[in-house]
């Protein structure tokens, strides 16, 4: 087979795995614009006659999208930033100081990403009653979210650090730098790709946390919108192109963000922080 051939099989197939990872997004618009009656048509269509775009219009104003949106967009931007300051520190020290007490630290985080949102939510809801947390629960919500995403950001940003040379640091420590300018004026802008990349991965997870959010805020006026979708989930729930619109607009912020920095994202996890 020749390489011109093969590069087009491996496009095809590239193509084919695209469109069948992208088509339940299409779905979702496609039913969100559908009648009540046309999304139980036997044979479905893939693009209705009559495109109900007002629905958009009426879930949005509804359902109060706008408010459930800049709920998320707080958590997980509290989130992002809370473990971004703190990650970013521990992920240093543990790739420039080996020893044994750091590798153990190293595997209690490993231990930390392996427990699940659910099994975690119970101990947490009750040690933030106790420290009187949930009186602000997002918050509550944004402390939660940030200890169960500091494992992958330490990590990520860890292999980031381990790839920047430590005989620049030295450099800079010869040249008058004490450790901790060394770190923030050599060391960070070199790894600034690697750590951007986690921080946009632990956006995107926060974004669309439920399990905290809807044991910790009880208040309509603050809940995400992952807790607003799961409202109109019921035992006779037919609603389903109203669900769609609030789906769509949920997941398009989330998609733009990814379409806009997909090269920096890709660039992150291939090349690491240097060129």
Request: hydrophobic share 55%.
């Given at each position: 087979?020749?390489e011109?051939?093969?590069?087009r099989?491996?496009?095809?197939?590239?193509l084919?795995?695209a469109?069948?990872?992208?088509?339940?997004?299409y779905?979702?618009?496609?039913?969100?614009?559908?009648?009540?009656?046309a999304?139980?048509?036997?044979?479905?269509?893939?693009?209705?006659?009559?495109p109900?775009?007002q629905?958009?219009?009426?879930?949005?104003?509804?359902?109060?999208?706008?408010?459930?949106?800049?709920?998320?967009l707080?958590?997980?931007l509290?989130?992002?930033?809370l473990?971004?300051?703190?990650?970013?520190?521990?992920a240093?020290?543990?790739a420039?100081?080996?020893?044994?007490?750091?590798?153990?630290?190293?595997?209690?985080?490993?231990?930390?990403?392996?427990l699940?949102?659910?099994?975690?939510?119970?101990?947490?809801?009750?040690?933030?009653?106790?420290?009187?947390?949930l009186?602000t629960p997002?918050?509550?919500?944004?402390?939660?979210?940030?200890?169960?995403?500091?494992p992958?950001?330490?990590?990520?940003?860890?292999s980031?650090?381990?790839?920047?040379p430590?005989?620049?640091?030295?450099?800079?420590?010869?040249?008058g730098?004490?450790?901790?300018?060394?770190f923030?004026?050599?060391?960070?802008p070199?790894?600034?790709?690697?750590?951007?990349?986690?921080?946009?991965?632990?956006?995107m997870?926060?974004?669309g946390e439920?399990v905290?959010?809807?044991?910790?805020?009880?208040?309509a006026?603050l809940?995400?919108?992952?807790?607003?979708?799961?409202s109109?989930?019921?035992?006779?729930?037919?609603?389903?192109?109203n669900?769609?619109?609030?789906?769509?607009?949920?997941?398009?912020?989330?998609?733009?963000?990814?379409?806009?920095?997909?090269?920096?994202?890709?660039?992150?996890?291939?090349?690491?922080?240097?060129?």
């Amino acid at each position: 087979m020749s390489e011109t051939l093969r590069n087009r099989l491996f496009l095809a197939i590239a193509l084919l795995l695209a469109a069948l990872y992208l088509f339940p997004l299409y779905w979702m618009v496609v039913t969100s614009l559908k009648t009540g009656s046309a999304m139980f048509a036997t044979p479905p269509s893939f693009w209705p006659s009559e495109p109900q775009w007002q629905t958009y219009a009426y879930v949005w104003e509804s359902r109060a999208v706008g408010r459930y949106l800049w709920n998320s967009l707080v958590i997980a931007l509290g989130a992002v930033v809370l473990v971004t300051a703190l990650g970013t520190g521990c992920a240093y020290v543990l790739a420039r100081y080996r020893n044994v007490w750091i590798d153990i630290g190293l595997f209690l985080i490993l231990m930390l990403q392996v427990l699940p949102a659910s099994l975690m939510v119970t101990p947490i809801f009750v040690g933030f009653s106790q420290f009187g947390l949930l009186a602000t629960p997002r918050l509550a919500v944004i402390l939660a979210i940030a200890a169960k995403a500091m494992p992958f950001f330490v990590v990520l940003v860890r292999s980031t650090f381990m790839s920047v040379p430590a005989e620049l640091e030295e450099a800079g420590l010869v040249d008058g730098n004490s450790r901790v300018g060394a770190f923030l004026f050599i060391v960070l802008p070199l790894a600034r790709n690697g750590i951007l990349v986690s921080a946009i991965l632990i956006f995107m997870q926060a974004f669309g946390e439920f399990v905290y959010s809807k044991s910790m805020i009880q208040a309509a006026e603050l809940q995400p919108a992952s807790v607003g979708l799961n409202s109109f989930m019921g035992p006779n729930t037919n609603e389903w192109n109203n669900i769609m619109a609030f789906a769509a607009m949920y997941v398009g912020p989330i998609l733009a963000l990814f379409v806009l920095l997909q090269r920096r994202i890709v660039s992150g996890l291939t090349s690491g922080a240097l060129k």
